[in-house]
């Protein structure tokens, strides 16, 4: 019987090896909750480019504050600011000519989406008119606009043309400020500097009775609410009467950050202590910021950059923290540049170039480029500006790595060449709108955008809602009320 039998090692095939099967990707992300980056950036770049200009909102103006005055002296209204409640239910706008306006997100949303389901998507010259649930006048150009982290019912102003800043209850309904407070002069050289102004505020959120404030004679002031409505502390520059034009705080409050229009970034040391101030004489103090860093000379210092152009003296429009990376401040020059300043080796990490914009043909004699003012999307690191060149919003990738299509350090056709094969493609992305758009603000709970135009209108940027259906299925009482079915419309 032996003969018959077939041993097991003579008939196992030599060299088994179990079969490897790749893993399951997609089970494995919702299993673990994380994203491959470059699944993440694929999906980033998807988003940017599901964005859509919904029909614009044109901002509700009295008749006779559009007459050239005081502070209209062309008669001509554009946005100068724009930001929303820390919920996403209010939006603040301020304009050139002093105009305060208040909405309801939703009501603006909802009546956005109607109007373009009943208009048509290609008709650009359809305005959203509608009323803001606050407007008020205060006959002076305003510059910024902050809403108070602490207390959501109070909104306040800078006018770069005033040394106040207006303080106003939304609750109350009331077209008077609630409160004003003055800027101390430092010296007796600036009481008579009333009408050199305020460009930027902030409110802290850690202290609900600390303002501070920026002005342009070179200053960044201290309110405290509890012990009088002049400002309590004046922080100054070395130079004098150089002009500050945008503020940011830390996260930890500790220390605030501050651009100049000579292109100086400064900071300074919030917590006080005697190393923190230096004495003049028996009553003016001198507080010397931590750092003062020059955006030109860093820019100087990238050799790339250096050999395709000439790089001067630009001013800063606007800074702003990344809320996802906080070691990133972005700042945005008067020439269009935009870029990044790594604050912890203080070294300028991103870079986007764009032509200056008075050099197109369509560009009047006498071009004024108006402040910009950007904003952050919440996540990401992505930096919504803009664009100095057309109608439009310029999405920058600055992602901290050298995976951003903005880093300075792209010498190497090699290096681009892997990147490229990684990533896929670039995430800058411009975006047409129907006006050019001079300040944005990101909706602090979703992904749209509000954007203040040279037009005197607000235009928002959203993924856009399109019918499933052919009649209409939002009616207006519902746009009113700001409730619409969510069922007769789909993500596209």
């Not at 409640?85 to 603040?92: F, R």
């Amino acid at each position: 019987m032996d003969t018959f039998v077939v041993r097991q090692d003579k008939c196992a095939p030599p060299n088994l090896k179990p079969l490897k099967r790749p893993g399951w990707e997609r089970g494995t992300r919702e299993i673990e909750g994380r994203l491959l980056f470059t699944h993440r950036r694929n999906l980033l770049s998807l988003l940017l480019r599901s964005y859509e200009e919904i029909n614009p909102m044109r901002e509700f103006v009295p008749v006779d504050v559009l007459q050239p005055g005081r502070g209209n002296p062309n008669g001509r209204e554009w946005i100068s600011g724009v930001e929303f409640d820390s919920k996403g239910v209010y939006l603040a706008s301020v304009t050139n000519i002093g105009c305060l306006s208040v909405h309801d997100y939703e009501t603006l949303y909802c009546k956005s989406t109607s109007n373009q389901i009943k208009h048509g998507r290609k008709e650009k010259d359809f305005r959203n008119d509608t009323k803001p649930i606050l407007h008020i006048s205060t006959h002076e150009k305003l510059d910024a606009v902050r809403w108070n982290p602490t207390n959501q019912d109070e909104v306040g102003c800078v006018s770069e043309r005033s040394s106040k800043i207006l303080l106003f209850d939304i609750a109350c309904m009331s077209v008077e400020p609630s409160e004003v407070l003055k800027r101390k002069p430092k010296s007796s050289l600036q009481q008579n500097m009333e009408h050199i102004g305020l460009s930027d505020m902030a409110f802290s959120h850690n202290d609900k009775f600390r303002i501070l404030a920026c002005g342009l004679d070179g200053n960044l002031h201290l309110w405290d609410r509890r012990a009088s409505k002049s400002s309590c502390s004046v922080m100054s520059v070395s130079s004098p009467l150089s002009p500050l034009s945008s503020l940011e705080l830390t996260s930890d409050e500790q220390v605030a950050i501050v651009g100049s229009k000579y292109g100086n970034v400064y900071a300074w040391d919030l917590r006080g202590g005697r190393t923190s101030a230096a004495f003049l004489s028996h009553k003016e103090v001198y507080h010397p910021p931590l750092a003062t860093i020059n955006i030109g000379s860093l820019l100087g210092k990238i050799s790339s950059l250096k050999a395709q152009t000439e790089i001067g003296s630009s001013g800063i429009q606007s800074i702003n923290i990344d809320p996802s990376c906080q070691h990133q401040l972005a700042f945005h020059l008067s020439n269009g540049w935009s870029g990044i300043l790594n604050l912890n080796s203080l070294k300028v990490t991103h870079i986007h170039c764009p032509p200056p914009p008075w050099i197109r043909e369509d560009a009047p004699t006498t071009y004024v480029y108006h402040k910009r003012k950007p904003a952050w999307l919440h996540t990401d690191s992505i930096y919504a500006v803009g664009s100095s060149l057309g109608n439009g919003i310029n999405f920058l990738d600055f992602s901290p790595d050298m995976k951003s299509s903005c880093y300075v350090t792209y010498d190497s056709d090699d290096l681009q060449t892997d990147i490229e094969e990684r990533v896929g493609h670039s995430l800058n992305h411009f975006l047409q709108a129907s006006s050019s758009v001079v300040s944005c603000a990101t909706h602090p709970l979703n992904t749209s955008i509000i954007g203040g135009t040279e037009g005197g209108s607000l235009v928002l940027i959203a993924q856009n809602n399109e019918s499933i259906s052919g009649e209409d299925s939002i009616s207006d009482e519902q746009v009113k009320s700001g409730v619409h079915s969510d069922m007769s419309e789909r993500k596209i």
